[in-house]
């Protein structure tokens, strides 16, 4: 049997009296390359959030590597990349990969190692704020890939990439998987999902799916992500329709 | 705590200044020129420069790196920086204290500039050691810093961190006892001067500046002027979050 890496169990997060996630269940396994997919505004970066322990849950339990979600032994355990790039403007890249490669103990090796693994090795000596937002985007994974976390959480980090680069990166990321550690991948772009093997669908803070895409697709007969999904809500709403019409 | 994060985060301060000449030109030469203009303007009363010039070398550390401590810690907050060192294992006083550092070891060259260039080009007469001159200097610069780590946890934009300086510096620029005494001030004025940090850093400079035998109040002046900005660091640390609600 698989190790899980990540449980949820009915979790809730209200902010401001809006319900964000409502009570979200899933699992997901250590090793696997998992694709979070919904559109935006669907509560994929509140999970993420409250998977690295930045986001306080309002219900339910969350636990990270056999420990709650935000505990103090996890900041060494999760490489989290927030959706717009979080690096520091006025360093140069290879500036921004030495500051937090202090701070999660990363060699100088490591840091030659990922800016490869980025392909960001022609501006390394570049400052953050000449770079475009393409670039800035790999600094920022490249600084969640420095300290060998077993889990990275990726928010959107292939948004508005070159197809060639996001084809490499995808294909690091299978890599990181098989060698055992966990991916948790969002995106809004549904074809993004055809790469992963396992998927968790969101919308509106709901669980749509999540398991293996060929279930996925047996599951609905169909033979496109986008198409599972749309067959998904239209399940969905029937089931809700009707549910109404009980009472 | 780990020192060796502390000094790591003020490598990286520092290296981000060094990335921004202007800042640091502005920093270091404006209170010079300040000081000039004001020896110009007191030429014919030499003993009124002699008061507020000491005076002015505390407030200008303080002032400057209210400005550039709540400016620095807003663009961590709203660059999604914090929130990703928050989710690391550094501590938050290995933060705090990297910017303290970095921001204390540039206070130090803006008040030995600024305080040699009055003492020996415009004729600041310094009764007290040179040394205690710097030391209160530090004292503010750092009260400084603490306390716009702080407010920067109250402002969303740079506009209105800007603005927390008219709104929590100047009146205490205004009751520091530089224009009126602060034992002229009226009954309850005198009682809010006196719970005001740049009070206690002005009266230090003064005592310091005006006899060659400090007397102990000034280290009490001193003592005070820390004391509140250490509080200031914690309330700043307590604004660190590493999860919201």
Sequence with gaps: MLETAITAQAITVKKQGREILSGITCQINAGTLTGLIGPSGSGKTTLMRSIIGAQRLSGGSLQVAGLKAGSKQLRKQIGYVTQSPAIYHDLTVLQNLHYFGAIVGASKRKVTEVLEQVDLQSVARQLGSTLSGGQQARVSLAIALLGDAPVLVLDEPTVGLDPLLRRDLCGLFTQLAAQGRTLLVSSHVMDEAERCDRLLLLRSGKVLFSGAKNDLLVHTATHSVEDAFLVLIAAATTSAGSQKGQN | MHPKLTLATMRRVLTQLLHDPRTIGLMFVVPCVLLGLLAWMYQSTPHMFDRVGPALLGIFPFVVMFLITSVATLRERSSGTLERLMALPIGKFDFILGYALAFGLLAVVQATLASEIAIHVYGMHVAGPEYLVLVVALADALLGMALGLFVSAFARTEFQAVQFLP???????????????????????????????????????????????????????????????????????????????
């Excluded at chain 2, 205004?174 to 009266?203: E, I, N, Q, S, W």
Aim: hydrophobic content about 60%.
């Design chain 2, 167 to 245: 709104a929590l510096i100047l009146p205490q620029f205004l009751l520091c006892g530089l224009l009126v005494a602060v034992d002229a001030l009226p009954g309850f004025l005198h009682g809010v001067a006196r719970c005001l940090p740049l009070t206690y850093a002005v009266d230090a400079m003064g005592k310091v500046s005006a006899q060659a035998n400090i007397p102990h109040a000034a280290y009490h002046d001193i003592l005070v002027v820390v004391a509140f900005g250490a509080a200031a660091l914690m309330l700043g640390a307590a604004t660190l979050r590493r999860s919201s609600r």
